[in-house]
């Protein structure tokens, strides 16, 4: 690149920290079988396969397996056809070639020549598509599309409190779907639905040493869950979901907490939200060669943005240039902002999905539900209603609440509540439902710890 300091080109050199992707892309890159294979895991050697008469036991599913080390996979490149035999994997015998390992040529080789980079260890667990649009999407479906698929009516009056669930003031983002596309839902869509379905089924339908170790054990007591529904569901249709990929690379989200930190820091969200804005430029093409449409689009408009902010480029003459005054003066004609965003698709924020539904100079409207600061730093729960803040308590909660995730709310009296502008919000509550007289508040809304 060209450095303006030294008025020379430089060579900048960058170290591969990680590769953020999807399953089947990080499987690529990694040089292994699509996730269906024998052995899909690119971290260790597990043995997975969908179309089983029956499951191992759990422990198979939450413990650990030798590890896919990057030796294996230097190993594996020696030959192009991957018949190299893998020696060194205990609990396998010498013979194994590494095709039978899963390993397969998909031209990504040179990726190996990287010393920073091992695929072992820095194609750290997603949870986008491994919880959102894995083991949520599996569930969801299979809720749906299985378990009341001939109980129409129970599904229609799951659909009514879904629909009825978007004059919640709780959560940010209002679900407006169907719930018979969920096999088309996004990420977003799964995580609004996580956040509001216990509740709903819980009390609709009802008659469920550090934070890493808090992690892995809540990963082993979803497995563990999930093995106890895969061996007791009756249903023909039925998919056992223990042994699904994704749900096995969840084991390895502890290890790479540790070596990378939050999985919020490294999750594809953000990414697939860029999405949208690729797809509103394919509609004005004729769609026939996609990938050079949209690489000229964005190059045109990278270039363009590059001569108005002033940068330089080599010219016919081999000097550089920058643009002339005359640009520079149109800039600050329009300087406020419509220019970019007429012509260059402005800079759009991303949508934080993860928010907890409390924005800056947000108006509380009348039945929102939210955890209050007093004067007197003391919190309170309370419902807003004509600009004032009518108090609730928590009942003590019965073993059902507890299980579920949730606890019943109850109004002191009338004339017990707080103006509205004498109280600092704290975050809020989602308290759609009601039991009788008692509000629910739904736990599993993201915030409301």
Same mark, same amino acid.
């Given at each position: 690149?060209?450095?303006?300091?030294?008025?020379?080109?430089?060579?900048?050199?960058?170290?591969?920290?990680?590769?953020?992707?999807? *399953? +089947?892309? =990080?499987?690529?890159?990694?040089?292994? %079988?699509?996730?269906?294979?024998?052995?899909?895991?690119?971290?260790?050697?597990?043995?997975?396969?969908?179309?089983?008469?029956?499951?191992?036991?759990?422990?198979?599913?939450?413990?650990?397996?030798? *590890?896919?080390?990057?030796?294996?996979?230097?190993?594996?490149?020696?030959? +192009?056809?991957?018949?190299?035999?893998?020696?060194?994997?205990?609990?396998?015998?010498?013979?194994?070639?590494?095709?039978?390992?899963?390993?397969?040529?998909?031209?990504?080789?040179?990726?190996?020549?990287?010393?920073?980079?091992?695929?072992?260890?820095?194609?750290?667990?997603?949870?986008?598509?491994?919880?959102?649009?894995?083991?949520?999407?599996?569930?969801?479906? !299979?809720?749906?599309?299985?378990?009341?698929?001939?109980?129409?009516?129970?599904?229609?009056?799951?659909?009514?409190?879904?629909?009825?669930?978007?004059?919640?003031? /709780?959560?940010?983002?209002?679900?407006?779907?169907?719930?018979?596309?969920? /096999?088309?839902?996004? %990420?977003?869509?799964? &995580?609004?639905?996580?956040?509001?379905?216990?509740?709903?089924?819980?009390?609709?339908?009802?008659?469920?040493? #550090?934070?890493?170790? $808090?992690?892995?054990?809540?990963?082993?007591?979803?497995?563990?869950?999930?093995? &106890?529904?895969? #061996?007791?569901?009756?249903?023909?249709?039925?998919?056992?979901?223990?042994?699904?990929?994704?749900? =096995?690379?969840?084991?390895?989200? +502890? $290890?790479?907490?540790?070596?990378?930190?939050?999985?919020?820091?490294?999750?594809?969200?953000? /990414?697939?939200?860029?999405?949208?804005?690729?797809?509103?430029?394919?509609?004005?093409?004729?769609?026939? !060669?996609?990938?050079?449409?949209?690489?000229? &689009?964005? %190059?045109?408009?990278?270039?363009?943005?590059?001569?108005?902010?002033?940068?330089?480029?080599?010219?016919?003459?081999?000097?550089?240039?920058?643009? $002339?005054?005359?640009?520079?003066?149109?800039?600050?004609?329009?300087?406020?902002?419509?220019?970019?965003? #007429?012509?260059?698709?402005?800079?759009?924020?991303?949508?934080?999905?993860?928010?907890?539904?409390?924005?800056?100079?947000?108006?509380?409207?009348?039945?929102?539900?939210?955890?209050?600061?007093?004067?007197?730093?003391?919190?309170?729960?309370?419902?807003?209603?004509?600009?004032?803040?009518?108090?609730?308590?928590?009942?003590?909660?019965?073993?059902?609440?507890?299980?579920?995730?949730?606890?019943?709310?109850?109004?002191?009296?009338?004339?017990?509540? #707080? +103006?509205?502008?004498?109280?600092?919000?704290?975050?809020?509550?989602?308290?759609?439902?009601?039991? /009788?007289?008692?509000?629910?508040?739904?736990?599993? &809304?993201?915030?409301?710890?």
């Amino acid at each position: 690149m060209f450095s303006a300091e030294d008025n020379a080109y430089v060579l900048v050199v960058s170290l591969l920290l990680l590769i953020e992707a999807d *399953t +089947p892309c =990080h499987s690529e890159l990694c040089g292994l %079988g699509a996730p269906n294979s024998t052995y899909p895991c690119r971290k260790c050697y597990i043995k997975l396969q969908s179309r089983i008469p029956k499951l191992n036991e759990v422990e198979y599913y939450t413990n650990r397996h030798p *590890t896919r080390a990057k030796d294996h996979y230097i190993q594996a490149t020696s030959t +192009p056809d991957r018949d190299t035999v893998i020696p060194d994997i205990s609990y396998f015998d010498n013979k194994n070639t590494a095709e039978e390992l899963s390993f397969k040529n998909k031209s990504t080789d040179k990726l190996l020549e990287l010393k920073a980079y091992d695929q072992s260890k820095d194609t750290p667990a997603e949870i986008l598509h491994y919880i959102l649009l894995g083991i949520a999407k599996y569930l969801i479906t !299979n809720l749906v599309k299985v378990v009341l698929n001939k109980n129409k009516k129970e599904l229609e009056e799951l659909f009514d409190y879904v629909k009825d669930y978007k004059n919640s003031r /709780g959560i940010s983002r209002v679900f407006t779907r169907s719930l018979t596309h969920a /096999g088309s839902f996004l %990420g977003r869509d799964f &995580k609004v639905l996580i956040q509001i379905l216990p509740v709903i089924l819980a009390i609709k339908f009802a008659d469920t040493e #550090t934070y890493i170790s $808090e992690v892995d054990s809540a990963v082993r007591s979803l497995i563990e869950a999930l093995h &106890k529904y895969d #061996t007791n569901c009756k249903h023909k249709k039925h998919a056992f979901y223990t042994s699904k990929p994704k749900v =096995h690379l969840l084991t390895h989200l +502890p $290890e790479d907490l540790q070596r990378f930190g939050p999985a919020l820091n490294y999750e594809t969200e953000k /990414g697939e939200q860029f999405n949208k804005h690729i797809c509103e430029h394919l509609f004005h093409t004729n769609r026939m !060669n996609t990938s050079k449409d949209i690489c000229l &689009k964005f %190059g045109k408009q990278y270039m363009t943005r590059h001569i108005i902010d002033g940068s330089s480029w080599i010219g016919k003459n081999g000097l550089r240039e920058t643009h $002339e005054k005359a640009i520079a003066e149109c800039m600050q004609q329009n300087s406020d902002g419509k220019f970019h965003e #007429t012509l260059l698709s402005g800079s759009r924020e991303f949508a934080d999905n993860n928010s907890t539904g409390l924005t800056p100079g947000r108006i509380l409207k009348d039945n929102t539900f939210a955890l209050f600061r007093q004067s007197n730093r003391h919190i309170i729960i309370g419902m807003v209603l004509f600009s004032k803040v009518y108090h609730l308590y928590i009942k003590y909660p019965s073993a059902h609440a507890v299980h579920n995730n949730y606890h019943l709310a109850l109004k002191y009296a009338d004339d017990i509540y #707080t +103006p509205l502008d004498e109280l600092k919000v704290v975050c809020l509550l989602d308290m759609h439902l009601k039991v /009788g007289c008692k509000y629910v508040v739904n736990l599993n &809304k993201f915030g409301s710890y």
